[in-house]
């Protein structure tokens, strides 16, 4: 079986995925109920050499609830065709792991522009009249 190639540098091999096929379901009459063109992809990930341990949490957190068992699976039944519905399954694993293994970007801490200041402090001065306006009269006044 091929390997599946994620990014640079990482590849899942072959051998750590698992196949499933089946009928489609749905619409198409006697083709959709007899021929299993429904593609089905799996990859343990908890047993796999492919990643090692600090990727593996990596992908454990931001795959989340994508794992059952430590496991990732991806289907695809879109084509009549068995063939084209596994190259659709391998690219979305793919680009599932690749999208869970990318960096976050750092965030950049920046101030509030002058207007929104402007306008929070306008409201806030306007919520403190309308609860002031509320408030029973002075007996001094």
Same mark, same amino acid.
């Given at each position: 079986?091929?390997?599946?190639?994620?990014?640079?540098?990482?590849?899942?091999?072959?051998?750590?995925?698992?196949?499933?096929?089946?009928?489609?379901?749905?619409?198409?009459?006697?083709?959709?109920?007899?021929?299993?063109?429904?593609?089905?992809?799996?990859?343990?990930?908890?047993?796999?050499?492919?990643?090692?341990?600090?990727?593996?949490?990596?992908?454990?957190?931001?795959?989340?609830?994508?794992?059952?068992?430590?496991?990732?699976?991806?289907?695809?039944?879109?084509?009549?065709?068995?063939?084209?519905? &596994?190259?659709?399954? !391998? *690219? =979305? +694993? %793919? $680009?599932?792991? /690749?999208?869970?293994?990318?960096?976050?970007?750092? @965030?950049?801490?920046?101030?509030?522009? &002058?207007?929104?200041? !402007? *306008? =929070? +402090? %306008? $409201?806030?001065? /306007?919520?403190?009249?309308?609860?002031?306006?509320? @408030?029973?009269?002075?007996?001094?006044?």
């Amino acid at each position: 079986m091929a390997d599946l190639y994620v990014t640079e540098g990482v590849v899942v091999p072959g051998a750590e995925l698992r196949w499933r096929f089946g009928p489609t379901g749905g619409p198409g009459g006697q083709h959709a109920n007899r021929a299993a063109t429904r593609a089905e992809l799996s990859f343990d990930l908890a047993s796999s050499a492919a990643f090692d341990e600090a990727a593996k949490v990596v992908l454990r957190e931001r795959l989340g609830r994508r794992l059952s068992g430590g496991v990732v699976t991806v289907v695809a039944d879109e084509t009549r065709s068995q063939w084209r519905n &596994r190259v659709t399954a !391998r *690219r =979305r +694993l %793919a $680009a599932l792991l /690749a999208e869970a293994l990318r960096p976050e970007p750092p @965030r950049v801490a920046t101030t509030p522009p &002058r207007g929104a200041r !402007r *306008r =929070r +402090l %306008a $409201a806030k001065r /306007a919520r403190s009249e309308l609860k002031r306006m509320r @408030r029973p009269p002075d007996p001094e006044e």
